[in-house]
T-cell receptor, first 113, second 114 residues
């Protein structure tokens, strides 16, 4: 079946602009995660959704970062007033309710110039 | 707090040789452990997982890993490496409860020589 999809695959933006990154999880997966992968920090957890609520936002690096999930499906990660240090690959993953393994999308490469 | 250490940043092996990638974890309870592989420009693909039971787990692409509680290790092995195995490998531990967020190691880059 279809895997996790993310769009866009690449995004180049100017410093100070807002960006939205989209994640479509595997159908029926109730849990959704966002991670960030950067050269300096490796793979870092950002936020966890269960259904439409986010019980763990502990990884969001600043209040410029926010995320929402609607209909228990699609999620959007928004970065306001982007900074150069936001440049990274943003990975989305989903997980079915009864199992522990996460399935990752291909990522969105964000470059802030 | 949980953590994962992958001591080897880069490993080079010849095609056909055996492979072992090291992973050490720190976690208070029984860990949920994973190995993922990432090819250039791609997302993460799950190779195998350990939750409980048999400490030797089999995964896809001929990989296996052994959980050793006494050494806090979960090393990945393959008896004969193929050129297509060249990629970056990440070990991860999941938190408990209902969250299961992953904490990753820094990764090991595998180069395969012909």
């Amino acid at each position: 079946g279809a895997g996790v999809s993310q769009s866009p695959s690449n995004k180049v933006t100017e410093k100070g602009k807002d960006v939205e990154l989209r994640c479509d999880p595997i159908s029926g997966h109730t849990a959704l995660y966002w991670y960030r992968q950067s050269l300096g920090q490796g793979l870092e957890f950002l936020i966890y959704f269960q259904g439409n609520s986010a019980p763990d936002k502990s990884g969001l690096p600043s209040d410029r970062f926010s995320a929402e999930r609607t209909g228990g499906s699609v999620s959007t990660l928004t970065i306001q007033r982007t900074q150069q240090e936001d440049s990274a690959v943003y990975l989305c993953a989903s997980r079915p309710t009864r199992y522990n393994e996460q399935y990752f999308g291909p990522g969105t490469r964000l470059t802030v110039t | 707090a949980q953590s994962v250490t992958q001591p080897d940043i880069h490993i080079t092996v010849s095609e056909g040789a055996s492979l072992e990638l090291r992973c050490n974890y720190s976690y208070g309870a029984t860990p949920y452990l994973f190995w993922y592989v990432q090819s250039p420009g791609q997302g993460l693909q799950l190779l195998l997982k350990y939750f409980s039971g048999d400490t030797l787990v089999q995964g896809i692409k001929g990989f296996e890993a052994e959980f050793k509680r006494s050494q806090s290790s979960f090393n990945l092995r393959k008896p004969s490496v193929h050129w297509s195995d060249a990629a970056e490998y990440f070990c991860a531990v999941a938190s408990g409860g209902s969250n299961y967020k992953l904490t990753f190691g820094k990764g090991t880059l595998l180069t395969v020589n012909p």
